[in-house]
């Protein structure tokens, strides 16, 4: 009886264990991986438009520079990498091949700077939404990423 | 610029209090900003002028129908994904701030796009946002001849590899014009809300 509880708990402990290696695969990547997301957020398209911008930070924690060289999400027909660059008072709008993430540093996507812009909008997530992201990098990983939908800033709605 | 010209633009910018004057100034380079008669805090500055183009609702337009406004001008396009959002927002914030007197405050977004930004395409664009603002399209020409007197400038830039076809590279300035259509103040793209506010309040103030 009691050597049929103890291989219970056993069985029990081993199926536990296997069931969180199963489940956390995000998170066993999250650890291992040198460039780490955060802060994604999507301004929420206007009714009239079929284009919007998503930003996010992105740290790469490894002594290696990489890149970000693709971005795809379920919301958008096409998605690209964007930078917006003043030069003087010019406002210059440019699709980019790839984003440079120094070793060691932080980059911030953020409005005014790097972007990734969406066109062809398939879906209009209002404020508060979550759209899936997920960028490549140089070395062939993908990064999953989760970004939040905020409004403008005095938008009418 | 000579040093008897540095000397007037620097004592013509120190006695504005406003940090954004010195970069207004400094851009004007060895334009010096005219004595102004009314005794008002701010210079006339160069650029600027009457013009004709067509609104949002596809009627002409006139800036000349807005005198004893404060007149706030700028151009963008409507495809714009940043810099045009960021003004119109920010705008948004200047009207709320300045609350009743905003009555006396119009704002012009003139398209420098005019193949995408049609009247109707402008209006949905502004219907997006809590600003009272005029957009303003026309033949290219028309819209040249506007940017040339304002000394700003943009360029369309061919992207085919990107789905936007094309992009619009513009200056994002912002003019602000006295109620008799003078030119008073130049705004960075990165002038505070605070900064547009406290500016428009003196030309309010001076006329």
Known sequence: MTFAIRSTRAFIAVVTLVGLFTLCPHAAVAQTTAVVAHDAWMREPMPNRGETAIFVVLENTSAEARSVVGVSTTVAEKSELHNMVMDGSMMKMTPVKAIELKAGSKTELRPGSYHIMLFGLKERPAAGASVPVTLTLDNGQSIALTAVVRKVEGMRR | ?207
């Open chain 2, 1 to 207: 610029m000579s040093r008897g010209l540095s000397r007037r633009a620097l004592l013509a910018c120190a006695g504005l209090s406003f940090t954004w004057a010195a970069t207004a100034c400094g851009e004007r380079g060895g334009a010096m900003p005219v004595e102004d008669t009314s005794g008002a805090a701010l210079p006339v500055l160069e650029g600027g002028g009457d013009f004709t183009l067509t609104d949002h609702d596809g009627q002409p337009f006139a800036l000349s129908s807005l005198r004893g406004n404060v007149v706030l001008v700028f151009f963008g396009y409507t495809f714009c994904p940043d810099a045009c959002p960021t003004t119109l927002s920010k705008l948004s914030s200047v009207a709320r701030r300045l609350g009743d007197e905003a009555s006396r405050v119009k704002t012009l977004y003139i398209s420098v796009d005019p193949g995408r930004d049609t009247p109707a395409v402008i209006k949905a664009d502004l219907a997006n946002f809590r600003l009272d603002a005029i957009g303003l399209t026309g033949a290219k020409a028309d819209i040249d001849k506007v940017v040339t007197q304002y000394g700003a400038a943009y360029e369309i830039v061919p992207t085919p590899e990107s789905a936007a076809a094309y992009t619009v590279s513009h200056t994002t300035t912002l003019y602000a014009l006295d109620p008799k259509g003078q030119m008073r103040l130049k705004f960075r793209y990165e002038a505070t809300v605070d900064e547009i506010v406290a500016g428009i309040r003196t030309i309010l103030a001076a006329s």
